[in-house]
C-alpha cells in the first residue's frame, strides 16, 4: 500500500533526536532557541517563536491581541477546522467567507465582510499556496476600514487597525511575488504536524512581523513568557546555577516546544530546499504531466511569476462530477492499494460548525472545490515508480487507462 504522506526521517534526523537524548536536555532550550533563530534568517525576518503546535500559536496571538466574546475574526470557509477553533476557544465569533478556484481566500468577499467588530482576518495558504497578501494588507490600511474599526485593547489601539494573522501551516518555503511567507504580513503561522513537508512530530512557529511601533522582539519575550504559564524564565535558564528564583507575572498557557523536537526540525532544515522541496515539486510536476492531456482534470496552480508554492498537497480535481461520484473514484484508487485524501472537508459542512448555524450554500466555491477534489500523495520518499502507480491508479479509477 503507498502511504498518503509519511514523515521524512532519516539517519541524521535520527541521531539529532538521540544526541538530544544523551545530552540529558530534551524540553525547551538551546535546540529550541536554535530552530527559532534559523527560521527566522530563512524567512526573512528578526524574531521566531517556536510552540507545539500551529493551534497553539494563532490561540496564543488571538489572547494577547484581546480578541473575545463580540469580537469576530474573518477565516475561509475551506480550511481545516483549527483556524475556526481556535477563534470559537476565545469566545469570539469566526465570519467565513467564500474562497476562489485556487482555494485561496476571496478578497472582496473578505471586505464585504468586515464591521467594527472584526478584530483579526486569517488568511489560509490552502495546500502551500500563497494568499493574495498585498490585496489583504491593504485592505486593512484604507482609511474607511481603519475608521471602522473599533479597539478595545492596548495592543488593538497601538495597530489601530484590524490584525492579520496569517494561518500559514502548509507554506513553508513558498513565494509571494519575492518574498518568503512568514514576511508576507503582521504574523504568520506555520505547522510542523508529523505530515507538513518540516516536522517536527508535533510543532509549530510564530512569526513576528508587526510593523512600528511595535517592538517585535520585546513581543517575542512577552509572547515567549505567555507560552509558558506566564513564567519569567524557562527551565533551561533556571537550571543554571543559581539561578532558580522566578516570577509568575499573568496566568500564561503551557505551549512551549521541547529541545527533542526541535532537534528534528533542525535537521529537516537544513537540507529543506535543496532536497525536501525539490522533491516534492518533481512529483508536483510528475502528476501535471501525466494530467495535463486529459479534459476530466483540473490541475493545481503551483508556480506562476508572483508565487511559488511550497508543493505541500496536490490537489486534484476532477471536472464535472459529483461529491458521490469522487467518494467513489477515491473508493477504486484505495482498491488499488494508494491512499488519497481530501484537503479538506469544508468548517460550514462539519456538525459543530453546522449547530451554529453555518450553512455550505452560502459558499458555492468552497463546495464545488470540496466536492471535486482528490489529495495524492507527496512525500520525499515517494519514487519515481511510485508516483507512476499513483498516476495509474487514478486513471484506472476514472476508466482513462
Not at 114 to 123: A, C, D, E, L, N
Request: one cysteine or more.
Amino acid at each position: 500500500m503507498i502511504p498518503f504522506s509519511p514523515p521524512f526521517i532519516d539517519e541524521k534526523t535520527i541521531k539529532a533526536v538521540t544526541d538530544t537524548l544523551r545530552s540529558g536536555w530534551i524540553t525547551t532550550g538551546p535546540r529550541t532557541k536554535a530552530l527559532e533563530e534559523k527560521l527566522a534568517q530563512y524567512c526573512g525576518i528578526h524574531h521566531v517563536l517556536c510552540v507545539n503546535s500551529n493551534s497553539a500559536g494563532m490561540e496564543l496571538i488571538l489572547h494577547w491581541f484581546g480578541v473575545g466574546p463580540g469580537d469576530e475574526v474573518i477565516v475561509p470557509a475551506y480550511t481545516y477546522t483549527a483556524t475556526a477553533n481556535v477563534v470559537v476557544h476565545c469566545g469570539a465569533t469566526p465570519i467565513m467567507v467564500d474562497v476562489n478556484s485556487d482555494f485561496s481566500i476571496n478578497v472582496e468577499q473578505l471586505y464585504k465582510a468586515i464591521t467594527p467588530r472584526t478584530k483579526v482576518i486569517m488568511p489560509v495558504d490552502i495546500a502551500g499556496w500563497p494568499c493574495d497578501y498585498d490585496a489583504i494588507n491593504a485592505i486593512v490600511c484604507e482609511k474607511n476600514i481603519r475608521n471602522l474599526f473599533a479597539p478595545k485593547t492596548e495592543e488593538q489601539k497601538k495597530l489601530g487597525r484590524i490584525l492579520i494573522l496569517s494561518d500559514a501551516a502548509h507554506s513553508l518555503g513558498a513565494w509571494y511575488k519575492g518574498k518568503r511567507t512568514g514576511s508576507l504580513t503582521d504574523i504568520s503561522v506555520f505547522s510542523f504536524h508529523a505530515v507538513k513537508n518540516l516536522t517536527t512530530a508535533e510543532g509549530g512557529a510564530i512569526c513576528l512581523n508587526l510593523p512600528e511601533p511595535f517592538n517585535n522582539e520585546e513581543l517575542y519575550k512577552q509572547l515567549r513568557i505567555k507560552s509558558l504559564h506566564g513564567q519569567s524564565k524557562d527551565a533551561f535558564t533556571k537550571s543554571q546555577i543559581g539561578n532558580w528564583r522566578y516570577d509568575v507575572s499573568e496566568a500564561g498557557y503551557k505551549c512551549n516546544m521541547p529541545d527533542v523536537l526541535a532537534a528534528i526540525g533542525l535537521s529537516a532544515l537544513e537540507i529543506y530546499d535543496t532536497k525536501i522541496l525539490k522533491r516534492r515539486k518533481e512529483i508536483f510536476d510528475a502528476y501535471t504531466h501525466a494530467f495535463h492531456t486529459f479534459p476530466q482534470f483540473q490541475l493545481p496552480i503551483y508556480e506562476t511569476e508572483e508565487k511559488k508554492s511550497s508543493y505541500h498537497v496536490y490537489p486534484l480535481r476532477i471536472n464535472h462530477i459529483t461529491e458521490a461520484e469522487r467518494n467513489k473514484i477515491m473508493q477504486r484508487i484505495f482498491e488499488q492499494e494508494v491512499s488519497v485524501n481530501v484537503h479538506f472537508i469544508p468548517l460550514p459542512m462539519l456538525s459543530f460548525y453546522k449547530n451554529l448555524g453555518y450553512q455550505i450554500n452560502n459558499y458555492p466555491t468552497t463546495y464545488d472545490n470540496y466536492s471535486r477534489e482528490i489529495s495524492l500523495p507527496v512525500y520525499y520518499d515517494l519514487t519515481p515508480q511510485m508516483v507512476e502507480t499513483v498516476i495509474t491508479a487514478v486513471l484506472r479509477a476514472l476508466d482513462l487507462q
